[in-house]
C-alpha cells in the first residue's frame, strides 16, 4: 500500500476496529480513528503518534449523519484525501426474537446498518471525485448463517452485505471497490471470559479448529484495502476458520 494513503476506521478505540487501523498503519496508511468513545479514541491516536504514525481522533455517533459529515471534514481538513473507508463500528443487543424489544431491534440495525450506510455515502462523495477508493464493511459469518438469539444482528449484516454488493455496483466506473469481510468466531475481550469448556465446543464447530484472532480479520481488510485488490468488489470475504463455506 503506497505511503500516503488515507484511512478511516469506525469503531477504532479497540477490538477488531483497533487491529485494523494498526494494521493498515503497519503498511503505511495515515489513520483516522473514529469512535463514539472519545477518551480511548484519544489515546489511540497518541500511541500511533509516538510510534511515528500521522492519525487523528474523530469522536462520532455514525448513526448521526452530522457527525458523519464532520467525519470526512475532518479527515480532508488534515489529510486532502479518504482513500480506505472501514466500515467495523458494531453493537449486539442480543435476545430471542419473541421476546425481542423495539429499542434493541432499532439500536442494532441503526448502528450496524445506518451508520455504514452514512459513512459509505459521505465517503463515496470524495472518492468519486478522487477517482480511487476501498470501501471494506465488516459483516459476520451469523449474517450469512443466522443465529437464534441474534435476530436483530442478524438482519443488520446481512443487511450489510446486500449494501456491499450496490455500493459495489454503483461505484465501480470510479475505480472505487466496495467489499465486506465477515469475520466468524473471534476471540476477543468478549470470549476471553467464557468457561475453557464453552470455549473448546465453539473451537469443535471450526475446520480449522480454533477462534480466530482481530488480527485475522485485519490481514484480510488490508488485502481489500490494498492497490492488489483492485479487481475485487462485491465480495463477501469469510474469515472463519472454514465454519461456513
Ligand atoms: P467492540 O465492541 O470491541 O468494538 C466496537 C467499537 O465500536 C467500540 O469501540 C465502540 O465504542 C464503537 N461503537 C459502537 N457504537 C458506535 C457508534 N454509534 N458510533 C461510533 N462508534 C461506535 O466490538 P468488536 O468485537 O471489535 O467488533 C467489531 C466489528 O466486528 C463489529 O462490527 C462486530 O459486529 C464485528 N464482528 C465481531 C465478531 C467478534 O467475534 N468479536 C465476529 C463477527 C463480526
Known amino acids: 500500500m503506497p505511503k ?34 472519545q477518551e480511548a479514541t484519544e489515546k489511540v491516536v497518541a500511541q500511533f503518534k509516538a510510534d511515528g504514525t500521522e492519525a487523528i481522533a474523530v469522536k462520532a455517533n455514525v448513526t448521526l449523519a452530522e457527525d458523519v459529515e464532520q ?28 421476546r425481542m424489544k423495539d429499542q434493541d431491534w432499532d ?3 441503526s448502528v450496524n446498518l445506518k451508520g455504514a450506510f452514512l459513512c459509505s455515502r459521505a465517503a463515496s462523495k470524495v472518492m468519486s471525485k478522487q477517482r480511487f477508493g476501498r470501501i471494506v464493511n465488516i459483516a459476520s459469518v451469523v449474517g450469512q448463517m443466522g443465529n437464534a438469539g441474534q435476530a436483530n444482528y442478524c438482519a443488520s449484516k446481512a443487511g450489510l452485505i446486500g449494501l456491499t454488493k450496490s455500493n459495489a455496483r454503483e461505484l465501480a466506473r470510479r475505480n472505487v471497490t466496495v467489499n465486506a469481510v465477515a469475520p466468524g468466531f473471534i476471540a476477543t475481550e468478549m470470549t476471553e471470559i467464557l468457561p475453557e469448556k464453552t470455549k473448546q465446543e465453539l473451537a469443535a464447530q471450526i475446520p480449522l479448529g480454533s ?11 488490508v488485502f481489500l484495502a490494498s492497490e492488489k485488490a483492485g479487481y475485487v468488489t462485491g465480495q463477501v470475504l469469510g474469515v472463519n476458520g472454514g465454519m461456513y463455506m
Request: glycine share 10%; aromatic share 2%.
Open 4 to 37: 500516503d494513503k488515507v484511512a478511516v476506521v469506525t469503531g477504532a478505540s479497540r477490538g477488531i476496529g483497533l487491529s485494523i487501523a494498526k494494521a493498515l498503519a503497519a503498511q503505511g496508511a495515515r489513520i483516522v480513528a473514529v469512535d463514539i468513545d
Open 71 to 98: 467525519i470526512i471534514t475532518a479527515a480532508m481538513d488534515a489529510f486532502g484525501r479518504v482513500d480506505i473507508l472501514v466500515n467495523n463500528a458494531g453493537i449486539t443487543r442480543d435476545g430471542l426474537l419473541l
Open 107 to 109: 439500536a442494532v440495525l
Open 211 to 221: 477462534l480466530g484472532t482481530a488480527e485475522d480479520v485485519a490481514n484480510a481488510v
